[in-house]
């Protein structure tokens, strides 16, 4: 930890624990609501859910929640604040390279997600059980290849946008119809035609297929995991570009 | 140590620093003052790397800061306008944030500058002062050659910018160079030994805030009340060595001129045998100079300001 991007991955792996925006985001909201709706459709097998329990759909489903919430959220205002305070100009001054910052991100975003996806499965396990992953490599592959493309979409976001505020209603905008439509809304067979071709090319969406589906034996998804990886690689080739990496 | 040459910098259309030569030498305290917009902040920023110059030639500690950046940046420390930390960043994890292998003592530091007993605090929960002390020990951490200091005291109070001053002298007196970019001219006069002064991008004049005084604002203004001032007393004042203008408003009498007429006007009134109690001298400072060095040409043909009730005077 004592190179300069250690130390600043150190330093923001700290501050993200005193961040009131993270841990209500991305650490509460993403359990609470997978408590509520996980509950609401009972535990019984159902043809709105493929014939799956609900309550382990929406287990496997908050997984993509919580990436969701890291990257669209948490991360671009995060970002935005230092660049609109002139923190990055502060370490840029003080010699921390250009990369550096993104890097630290990068790195900070990915654990978040692992740790809340962690407290996720801790709390949904003695609630609602875990379901058995039926394909587990894609699952495995699915989850860091989202996390990677989720993340790097909110460095980019907040190295576009010019403010916090802007960061943030740009974020949510983005986020909430993302997550009722692709994560943790209602199941797709209870959409109507028109709202299923929305949600369906959503990136959201397509992660939440890509991790869901084989976790719960309901279809390789390979299409979705093949976009999911498409959307991690030109979104951090993006990000990296927008701050030098 | 710094030496610029011909630095342009443009933001669109806008021309920001416009052919910019400047020189610090070793163990200087160089004062950047001039009006807003001047190009103070952006000529900093490209001596700093942290913005690339258009044209011109830049060498900082033997660096050059747009290809050098990574090289230079561990031996100048600097402080920059309206840049902060994370809020909840506290005292200590910053300086271990910003430390290199050639940092200083952290806790001699805090000491230092009176934030010792903050140390734990987060960086939102600093007053105005401790902030500015905190950036200053961040800029003072790793022992760097050249200090860059940008609108240092902006928004202090005045024992704070005192103490802040006392941290800028003590620095220098440990044989640190300093640039200092300030719109207090108390401050440059306090602390600069030299003082460069720019508008719209260029340097209008340099030199010792004294030097620059006595080019810039030789004047001085010597007031006092008599109940009713003889008439051969205000003929005699303006025909005074160095008198330029005499006025007066009901008892009040208003003399300008150069120096000069500070020994001049006393010395008369003593002759006269009217020495006024409220008696009073304005001898002009840094700002004086500053406000006339920037003062818009008048335009040609444009008719010269009239005084009240003006009693006469020279050019």
Known sequence: MNTTAGRL??????????????????????????????GAFGTDPDPAFEGVNPAHWYVASYLTVVIAAAGLVMLPVHLASYRERGVLRRFAAAGFPRWSFAFAQLVVGLLTIVVACALLLAVAAPVYGIPAAHDWWR????????AVAFVSLGVLLGSVLPSARSAQAVGLLIFFPSFLLGAGGPPPHVMGAAVRHVAGPLPLTLLTNAVRQPWLGLGPATGSLVAVAALAVVATLAAAYRTAL | MVTVRGLRKRYGERVVVDGLDLTVAAGEIVGLVGANGAGKT?????????????????????YDPVTQAAQ?????????????????????EALDLFATSRARDHDELLEQFGLAARRRSVFSSLSGGERQRLFLVLALLNRPRLVILDELTQGLDPAA???????????????????????????????????????????????TPADLVDRHARRATVRFSLPDPPALLLDELHRLDGVRHVARAGPQVTVDGDRRIIAHVGAALVRWGSVPEDLSVHVPDLEDALLSLLEPEPAAGAPAAVENEPVGGRS
């Not at chain 2, 309206?82 to 960043?89: G, N, V």
């Not at chain 2, 003082?195 to 209008?204: E, K, Q």
């Open chain 1, 9 to 38: 991955v150190w330093a923001e792996l700290k501050l993200t624990t005193r961040d009131p925006l993270v841990l209500t985001f991305v650490f509460a909201f993403p359990v609470v609501t997978m408590l509520i709706i996980g």
């Open chain 1, 139 to 146: 699952v495995a592959a699915a989850l860091p290849l989202g």
């Open chain 2, 42 to 62: 952006t000529t900093v920023e490209c001596i700093q790397g942290l913005r690339r110059p258009d044209a011109g030639s830049l060498r900082v500690l033997g």
């Open chain 2, 72 to 92: 230079l940046r561990p031996s100048v420390g600097s402080q920059l306008q309206d840049s902060a930390l994370p809020d909840r960043l506290r005292v200590a």
């Open chain 2, 161 to 207: 910018r005192r103490g802040v001053w006392a941290a800028v002298r003590e620095v220098h007196a440990a044989g640190t160079t300093v640039l200092l970019v300030t719109h207090e001219m108390d401050e440059a006069e306090a602390l600069c030994g030299r003082v460069v002064v720019m508008r719209a991008g260029r340097v209008l004049d340099a030199g």
